[in-house]
């Protein structure tokens, strides 16, 4: 009677999810230790040469040694979110490689355009959407807007983690389609550089290199609530000269899409409403023009058709299934 619970309990042990694993699966080997460690310093190292050495570097290594060795399940889930380090990483490594070295940076003729397009008359003369409320902003949609913006990321996070748990496969087609549309996005960034709305307003039409980031509009955010924020936040700007396309813009319109797709419902009503306030807001505190806030949803539109239509090639989709059953 004692013998079969005496070999399940030598044989198997519960995970984090509550199933047993085999006792003879060990959690690493000194291959995963080599690897691990080669990857973490070359980062690391690469970094201090590229940019230069940040707590947010070495953070990212320590959470991502932390995750993969102190239990299976948790390293399935740092290697899922590996897909997002891949952004994030390729995201502040542009500030080794600024675009203005590379294409004219477009200042006046962006805003003329936004001007001639989506002009607003306002005290007898017509200025662009952002200089409207810039003059007509209220202590409401301050707070608003600043929320709407900050939701940016725990938003589409917090759905990719949802799925990670709900469905491997869906949370695998959700981020590789949300890193399709950034690499679209960063390839116009270099192709297209754009200065922002807050640009002209501070410095005019002039190009100014090395500009640093800026909180525009959303400064009366921080203001009211005596916090630094998005202070903190656009001080890591990897390059203020990629406006166009507003990728803020598209994050919201990835997530209602895979948010249809699987039939949330109700949830859809919540993810709609993010992205009309951020579309809003990035108008709103001068952070991009109509025309960006356009580029983006089209950014969108193009990267989730596209890769849809890869993802169906046999080669990729073999891969996409093999990654999937390697962090299921």
Not at 25 to 33: E, G
Not at 210 to 215: K, Q
Not at 284 to 294: A, F, I, K, P, R
Not at 300 to 310: D, K, P, T
Request: aromatic content about 20%.
């Amino acid at each position: 009677m004692n013998t079969p619970v005496k070999n399940l309990c030598k044989d198997s042990n519960p995970d984090m999810t509550g199933s047993f694993t085999s006792s003879n699966k060990r959690l690493f080997t000194t291959k995963d230790l080599l690897i691990t460690s080669l990857v973490s310093a070359t980062y690391l190292l690469l970094s201090y040469w590229l940019i230069g050495y940040k707590q947010d570097q070495l953070t990212l290594v320590i959470l991502f040694n932390v995750c993969y060795y102190l239990s299976f399940i948790t390293r399935k889930f740092i290697l899922g979110f590996g897909i997002f380090i891949i952004f994030w990483i390729i995201f502040d490594f542009m500030k080794a490689f600024p675009n203005y070295h590379y294409q004219e940076v477009h200042i006046q003729s962006l805003y003329e355009t936004e001007k001639n397009w989506f002009g607003i008359t306002d005290a007898g003369k017509i200025v662009t959407p952002n200089e409207y409320w810039a003059d007509h902003s209220t202590q409401l949609l301050d707070i608003l807007t600043g929320f709407f913006y900050l939701s940016w990321v725990p938003v589409p996070l917090g759905f990719a983690a949802f799925l990670f748990f709900k469905n491997r496969k869906w949370f695998l087609e959700f981020s590789l389609t949300f890193l399709f549309v950034n690499i679209l996005g960063f390839i116009v960034y270099y192709v297209y550089p754009a200065a922002p709305p807050w640009y002209v307003q501070q410095y005019g039409f002039d190009f100014l290199a090395g500009t640093p980031g800026n909180t525009a509009g959303l400064h009366r955010f921080d203001d009211y609530f005596d916090v630094t924020i998005f202070k903190s936040l656009y001080e890591k700007s990897s390059n203020v000269f990629a406006a166009m396309p507003s990728l803020h813009s598209a994050y919201p319109l990835i997530v209602l899409y895979f948010g249809w797709r699987f039939q949330l419902k109700w949830v859809n009503i919540f993810f709609a409403t993010v992205m009309l306030g951020i579309w809003f807001a990035a108008i709103y505190t001068s952070h991009h023009y109509v025309l960006d806030v356009l580029a983006g949803i089209t950014c969108a539109i193009i990267g989730i058709i596209v890769f849809s239509r890869l993802s169906r090639q046999k080669a990729i989709s073999k891969q996409i299934e093999a990654y999937a059953q390697h962090i299921a």
